[in-house]
């Protein structure tokens, strides 16, 4: 048996997040179709981040399967692209050893998080991203994300919901942010967040709370308070889906 | 009576064009609904660039309405884009002297058309753009756009259509394009036409030349012959309406 490594892009606002819901659209029913399509015959997919909520965009999310058939690899893609709707494409493809497991072979992860920051929503550059009216005051938002940088336990910023007990009772909470940066070019503010594993939500509690300090609504020396109370109710409300990409996988 | 200058984004994408057209929602019909419903009086406006085709997008189209209202600017804008759908805004509101004419004024509007070019196509980047997968040389893409820049009579690139006559009797073919520019930034080539009047489907043939140019479809001395030709049959088609954006409008 092959094992085959896609990368795959997608616009995720008409789609029920990634794992399959009876009823719903949702990028791996999309992808399974195209796949069992293309090689008529049922195809199962594992993922780098299986459960990414709706709406949730991707610039790289990573898939496997396994398959014995022998057709190469170009005339694959092209065959998944035809057959997938226009806000799917597979990037990338590659053979990967056997062992490869695109969930549990990641090694980084980076998610990107869009605050569109002006009085005026934009139709063009807002579209996928949080609209914040109010001032932003990024050198804040930078400190906050200091103080989150690095190994901690991140329970405060996990919420609850399937999968999410599952998988912290296995790992446990702690998480190790390697990169967290702030940047703003004219009203598009990018968080940027790459770590060794996030927790159910993680990303969009980071981005709630470095929002909240952005605005002046949290003071900096709660931040370190928020993170040892390992109690998500210390924390404010995390920023909607519609702003988060998950940009990169490393394995 | 004052005269209220608008500079509008939106995403044409849900959209049969600006112009009003029965039975159809159009970006006049969106705007002169939302005054109407502020003022609670019937309000009509002009457009810079009234006569934009179905899916053509707007960072910057400008548009002016008289009104008795003595209300503050900054009340109307707020109000406005409360009432406006999510696809449109207000980016900024101006008082105008009462000779400006949003169509009659202009001086300079620039376009930008955008290309997605790679391979595989992009759910996120080439959402406003038109997929070409095939090479482009952006090389000899620049050396045809050296030879349409300056003052020509660009008949060859005027589409028939309802207003195309009536315009190009009035002030003939000729026009001046003083900025004719290509960028690659990754997959993404964008063109950037700045002339002081276009004719209609003007910046879409002219991107329809540069590709084929880009292609090695179309040799650099045939566009002389192009502009020479004076006939619309002389050049290849037009490139699609999802990549084309109103950037700018300078008075």
């Known amino acids: 048996m092959r094992n085959i490594k896609l990368t ?3 616009d995720g606002s008409g ?3 990634f794992q399959k819901q009876p009823g719903r659209a949702t990028l791996q029913e999309a992808v399974e179709k195209a796949l069992s399509s293309f090689f008529d015959a049922k195809v199962k997919i594992a993922a780098a981040s299986g459960r990414t909520d709706a709406g949730v965009h991707a610039l790289e999310q990573v898939v496997n399967f396994k398959t014995a058939s022998t057709r190469e690899l170009r005339l694959i893609q092209k065959g998944l692209n035809a057959l997938l709707p226009e806000s799917v494409s597979v990037r990338k493809i590659e053979e990967a050893p056997a062992e490869f497991h695109a969930r ?3 090694k ?3 998610y990107e998080y869009h605050v569109w920051n002006d009085p005026v929503r934009s139709p063009l550059f807002g579209l996928r991203a949080f609209h914040v009216p109010g001032p932003l005051d990024v050198g804040r938002m930078r400190r906050a994300a200091g103080i989150l940088k690095g190994r901690h336990d991140f329970r405060s910023f996990c919420d609850a919901g399937s999968g999410a007990l599952a998988d912290s009772s296995r790992r446990g909470t702690v998480r190790t942010v390697k990169r967290l940066e702030v940047k703003r070019q004219g009203g598009l503010i990018t968080l940027t967040v790459e770590a060794d594993g996030f ?3 993680m990303v969009r509690n980071i981005a709630g709370v470095l929002i909240a300090a952005g605005r002046g609504r949290l003071a900096l020396k709660k931040i ?3 993170l040892n109370a390992r109690d998500r109710r210390a924390a404010p409300q995390g920023a909607p889906a519609r702003g988060l990409v998950l940009a990169r996988v490393r394995y």
């Open 8 to 10: 795959l892009e997608y």
């Open 15 to 17: 789609f029920f997040g």
């Open 104 to 106: 549990y072979s990641v």
């Open 108 to 110: 980084l992860k980076t």
């Open 199 to 201: 927790l159910y939500h």
């Open 224 to 226: 370190r308070d928020i």
